[in-house]
């Protein structure tokens, strides 16, 4: 595995790589990787002749108040992770190099990126956009891989590249868990072991929805309500927001009739997690 740490270089590997034919799968994230990451880094082995991931913690997605600073990180152990599933690139710019002093470009999603998160990270997705937009001119994929946990970004993303008529291919896959149900997230390494257990209520709180959903509620109300029932009977959990939201438009709903996300944010503690599911009735 190659490790490539300037824009010129990348530049020209993909440069080259596209001259000689090849297909190029991005995976990009911000480390500290864990089996959710891994499983967009076996698909994009699948799917392109060249697997590059870059890894950069990216300063504009995260507000003044974020997590930024102590976002988990630790090169040389996702170094290895991702040479051990077959990495050929690892891209891992400089924020000062991505980022120059006179940097005054940003692409913005409207309507999707409004709701949901974009309520209480307002400046988040237009980070992630930009970054993500970047991404795409340096490293020119074919194919560029996400993971459903971060819904939204998924849908911003895919809007995105049909609105600007862009030629990369957005794919998305399910949520990878841990064994007892928590979604993986580099977060989850801030939890205190009794943050641990009750950060559990999310999966159960959606397991729940699921349920009902699949009995055959389309009351909206009526799933917030069971929803919010779990997460508030936990003590260490404050909710940040619930939704049953459109799939597609991430507009709430007030009945259930096409494909639905149901969508939360909670905190334990100071560390923000999300989830959610994401239901098709066929
Ligand atoms: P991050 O490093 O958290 O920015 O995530 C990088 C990519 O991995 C994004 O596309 C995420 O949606 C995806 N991802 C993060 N956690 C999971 C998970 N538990 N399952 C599947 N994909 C994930």
Redesign the pocket.
């Known amino acids: 595995m190659e490790v490539i740490k300037t824009i010129e270089k990348m530049k020209e590997f993909s440069f080259q790589a596209r001259r000689a034919g090849k297909t190029i799968a991005l ?5 500290f990787f ?1 089996e ?2 891994l ?2 880094m076996r698909e994009g082995r699948k799917r392109g002749d060249l697997l590059i991931i870059s890894l950069f913690v990216n300063p504009a997605q995260f507000g003044p108040n974020e997590d930024f600073k102590s976002y988990p990180r630790d090169f040389e152990r996702d170094r290895k992770m991702a040479e051990e599933v077959g990495v050929d690139v690892l891209f891992a710019p400089e924020a000062s190099d991505m980022y120059p002093p006179n940097h005054q470009t940003v692409v913005r999603v409207e309507k999707v990126t409004q709701n949901l998160c974009g309520r209480s990270r307002p400046t988040h997705f237009q980070g992630v956009t930009t970054v993500v937009m970047m991404l795409f001119e340096i490293v020119m994929p074919h194919v560029a891989i ?5 819904y939204q ?2 849908v911003t993303i895919q809007q995105m590249t049909r609105d600007l008529h862009m030629s990369v291919e957005v794919v998305g ?5 841990e064994a007892d149900g928590l ?4 977060r989850n390494t801030y939890l205190m072991p009794e943050e641990r257990k009750a950060a559990l209520s999310l999966y159960r709180s959606l397991q729940k929805a699921k349920e009902l959903l699949q009995k055959g509620e389309r009351k909206a109300d009526r799933i917030l309500q069971e929803v919010k029932g779990i997460l508030q009977s936990e003590p260490l959990v404050k909710i940040d927001y619930v939704q049953v939201c459109d799939a597609h438009t991430l507009q709430d709903v007030d009945r259930i009739e096409g494909d639905v996300a149901v969508a939360l944010a909670a905190y334990l503690g100071k560390t923000r997690l999300i989830d959610n599911l994401v239901y098709r009735p066929l």
């Open positions: 995976v990009p994230t911000m480390g864990h959710g990451h499983s967009l996400f993971g459903e946990k971060d970004q998924l896959l399910p949520t990878v868990r979604a993986m997230s580099s």
